[in-house]
């Protein structure tokens, strides 16, 4: 072990973990040359090639599988106890890595941001737009975020918002030209904004009411996987679009967009902040959980205050 340097241990494990040079570069934060040499130099020293490398692919020889199951494990308890270690420090640092999809970024995590690296200014955060169902360990992330019918059982769970709604949208002009729908299958009358998903699904439209559930699958020629796309081809008039309805209720207040069908667009529950289970999570991480939590104390708090002031008013405009 004299000459094997811990931090050439590490880089394999990282390559090996990902199968990919160019994402575990980025997760050692150094090239991917620099990452390259490393690897080639353990394979020097111990005399075996521990990997396949292609443009396209990198597999693990015998040796290399051998070497990362009695490695990868401890790699990992020695990378925990660091981070325990520089908790001690009194004040959470290091890196978090988050991976989440685009309508929980955008409607519950974004806001969260400057507040969170305000608050805790030696946390560098990086936050990852993935739709796809990822495995956040072997991916090195510390948290990932999704709704609740897509949480494993073995992780810890935080909520991240209040409950969310689906609407289905178009434009004005759009309804006027075609007519209002009243009951989810008229939308197979019309032309429907598609969404594809990173994994390639083309999902049905789902709609629920009194228990009732509703899956159409309006055609349509535009099929996106990019909400602003599909945003502006609703605004457009190509056609209608389902989306979160936190993505468009400006627009729907404003009338440029009209909302259809909102008695069977039902609410569910937000996304959920989720990370592995164990008795010391990184202190960043940790931060993070307690910052969430806090947070979303206050926002009860304001939806609590707001309703009040609503009741108030109305009360006095009924005794006017």
């Known amino acids: 072990m004299k000459d094997i340097d811990l931090r050439d241990l590490d880089a394999f494990v990282a390559v090996a973990r990902t199968r990919n040079f160019r994402r575990a570069a980025t997760e050692q ?20 090639r521990l990997m396949n490398r292609t443009t396209r692919s990198v597999g693990l020889t015998e040796a290399g599988e051998l070497l990362l199951a009695g490695v990868g494990p401890a790699i990992s308890d020695v ?15 290091g890196r978090l890595r988050i991976n989440a999809p685009p309508p929980a970024i955008d409607l519950c995590l ?9 608050a805790y200014p030696q946390i560098d955060l990086e936050i990852v737009s993935d739709s796809t169902f990822v495995d956040i360990v072997a991916g090195g992330f510390d948290a990932g975020v999704r709704y609740g019918e897509h949480l494993a059982q073995d992780m ?10 689906y609407a289905v949208v178009a434009s004005p002009q759009y309804v006027a030209q075609h007519g209002r729908p009243k009951h989810p299958k008229d939308l197979l009358d019309h032309v429907g904004i598609r969404i594809r998903f990173g994994h390639g699904a083309i999902r049905d439209w789902e709609f629920e009411k009194a228990g009732r559930v509703v ?15 599909a945003r502006q081809a609703a605004l457009d008039g190509v056609g209608f679009w389902p989306t979160f309805e936190g993505y468009v209720c ?28 164990r008795r010391q999570p990184p202190p960043a991480l940790a931060a993070f959980v ?18 009040t002031s609503e009741a108030r008013s109305g009360t006095h405009n009924h005794r006017g």
């Open 290 to 307: 307690s910052f969430v939590a806090e947070w979303r104390k206050q926002e009860r708090r304001k939806g609590s205050s707001s309703r």
């Open 29 to 48: 934060n150094v090239s991917v040359s620099s990452l390259s040499q490393r690897l080639r130099e353990l394979e020097e020293r111990l005399g075996v």
């Open 250 to 277: 400006d627009e729907v207040k404003s009338g440029v967009l009209v909302s259809v069908l909102e008695d069977w667009c039902a609410p569910f529950p937000g996304p959920f902040l989720y990370y592995p289970s």
């Open 110 to 118: 974004a806001p969260m941001v400057a507040p969170f690296l305000k």
């Open 79 to 93: 990378g925990a106890a660091l981070v325990q270690v520089r908790g001690l420090r009194g004040v959470p640092s």
């Open 215 to 229: 899956k159409v699958a309006p055609s349509g020629r535009l099929i996106a996987n990019y909400p602003g796309l």
């Open 156 to 165: 810890i769970a935080v909520s991240l918002g209040p409950p969310q709604r």
